[in-house]
């Protein structure tokens, strides 16, 4: 904590936090609505089970 505190500083580890807390709001509405990515889009990972 100490390290981060030092390199970036109280406000810039807020916006980590911030930016961190905004992804998994985003991850787990998009992952409830069951949002499939579009036909012809090459997937970045090997999806499990497929």
């Given at each position: 904590?100490?390290r981060?505190?030092?390199k970036?500083?109280e406000?810039?580890?807020?916006d980590?936090?911030?930016v961190?807390g905004?992804?998994d709001?985003?991850s787990m509405?998009?992952n409830?609505?069951?949002?499939?990515?579009p036909?012809?889009?090459?997937?970045p990972?090997?999806?499990a089970g497929?």
């Amino acid at each position: 904590m100490v390290r981060a505190l030092e390199k970036f500083g109280e406000a810039g580890i807020m916006d980590l936090v911030a930016v961190n807390g905004y992804y998994d709001v985003v991850s787990m509405t998009l992952n409830v609505a069951r949002v499939a990515p579009p036909a012809d889009a090459e997937l970045p990972f090997k999806q499990a089970g497929r």
